[in-house]
């Protein structure tokens, strides 16, 4: 009986690991499986079984029945087909919908005389919705005596362990304050956070061997005193386009318009904004960029105070007095910072 089952796979050989790369070739995620489940579905039909879309909730769901005489066992065979997001088919999954079909193509071909029934389930978003506890729940798998599935991985082998799964999601609220002028006015969300995480590693060291306990942070705001983010996307700028810029209260070009009118390359490249104003002054800002070092270009017949400016901390501190020419500048390598320099002959 095993050879021939053995034989009855091995005859479908070309078929299955075509689906399979087929399916591997286009990850489909999330319940919208759609060519995966077709594309098996399509092979239970020409192989007798009769097949039922959309099961249990889901439109790439399926249940495909094969019945040899009555009054069997009912043989469940599950199989998934989502890829994983930003991965494609990193878990095998390409390899179920052809595997299980395999198995139950062979099984109903097997010549048993005794009676039984074939159900195979395609099952999908495994990766995200979980889709079986959902098909459950909406009346699939009842009628099931046993349920096999497989999964790949880098042996053949049994895998007995079954985990029973829950699930919360935890928001963290705190009290927003400026983290430089009163941060004893705040609350930091964030804290509440990390001494959670502490906790569950506190708890680690009392559970059962078989308990297995994981989190992420789905969803960071960043600062608690967020600051204006921009970007800005020009190279020179006109009039007009000043005028419309103050108007949208560009922080920086606000700052470097107050410098006087003699506004010339202004440029962004990749979130460093720089502009001049004559020879009067000279101004960097680096925006996100954490730069630990940078040369200014400035002219040699004149001298400048350099300045840092963390606009985060809001100080001021000067860097170097009567710098002149290429000047080479050592920076804190944080974001948010802008140099100045001005002249000071
Ligand atoms: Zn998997």
Same mark, same amino acid.
């Given at each position: 009986?095993?050879?021939?089952? *053995?034989?009855?796979? $091995? ?16 990850? $489909?995620?999330?319940? $919208? ?18 097949? $039922? ?20 066992? %009912?043989?469940?065979?599950? =199989? ?10 990193? =878990? ?24 039984? @029934? ?14 079986? =506890? ?25 895998? %007995? ?10 928001? *963290? ?10 941060? !004893? ?16 590693? *506190? ?18 705001? #960043? ?13 020179? /700028?006109?009039?007009?386009? @000043? ?9 920086? /070009? ?6 006087? !009118? ?14 001049? =104003? ?8 680096? !925006? ?47 974001? #948010? ?7 000071? !002959?």
């Amino acid at each position: 009986m095993k050879e021939q089952l *053995f034989g009855a796979v $091995e005859a479908q050989r070309d078929n299955l690991t075509a689906m399979a790369d087929k399916i591997f070739d286009h990850p $489909e995620y999330e319940g $919208e499986e759609v060519m995966a489940s077709g594309l098996l579905t399509d092979y239970l039909k020409d192989n007798d079984f009769e097949v $039922e879309m959309g099961v249990g909730g889901f439109k790439t769901a399926f249940r495909a029945v094969y019945e040899h005489g009555t009054g069997g066992p %009912v043989i469940g065979i599950l =199989c998934e087909y989502d890829a994983l997001k930003g991965l494609g088919h990193g =878990c095998g999954h390409h390899m179920q919908g052809p595997s299980c079909l395999g198995a139950a193509i062979a099984l109903k071909n097997a010549g048993l005389k005794e009676p039984f @029934k074939l159900v195979v389930y395609g099952t999908p978003a495994e990766e995200t919705l979980g889709s079986k =506890c959902e098909m459950i729940k909406n009346g699939c798998f009842k009628e099931l005596d046993v349920a096999f599935m497989m999964h790949g991985a880098p042996n053949t082998c049994t895998d %007995v362990k079954c985990l029973a799964q829950n699930s919360y999601t935890v928001t *963290f609220k705190g009290k927003r304050a400026h983290a430089a002028l009163a941060p !004893d006015k705040g609350k930091s969300a964030f804290d509440a956070l990390l001494v959670a995480f502490n906790g569950v590693e *506190f708890l680690r060291e009392h559970v059962p061997d078989d308990v297995r306990m994981h989190y992420t942070v789905e969803e960071l705001p #960043g600062p608690i005193e967020p600051v204006e983010s921009w970007i800005m996307k020009m190279t020179h /700028v006109s009039d007009e386009e @000043k005028e419309q810029l103050l108007q949208q209260g560009e922080p920086f /070009v606000k700052a470097m318009l107050r410098m006087g !009118d003699e506004l010339v390359d202004f440029c962004n490249s990749e979130f460093v904004y720089q502009g001049h =104003c004559g020879q009067e002054a000279y101004l960097t800002f680096y !925006d996100l960029r954490t730069c630990a070092e940078d040369v200014l270009e400035l002219p040699e017949a004149h001298k400048y105070r350099v300045e840092l400016i963390d606009t985060w901390d809001m100080t001021r501190t000067v860097l170097l007095e009567n710098a002149s020419g290429k000047t080479k500048l050592t920076l804190p390598g944080k974001e #948010g910072t802008a140099v100045l320099a001005r002249k000071v !002959d």
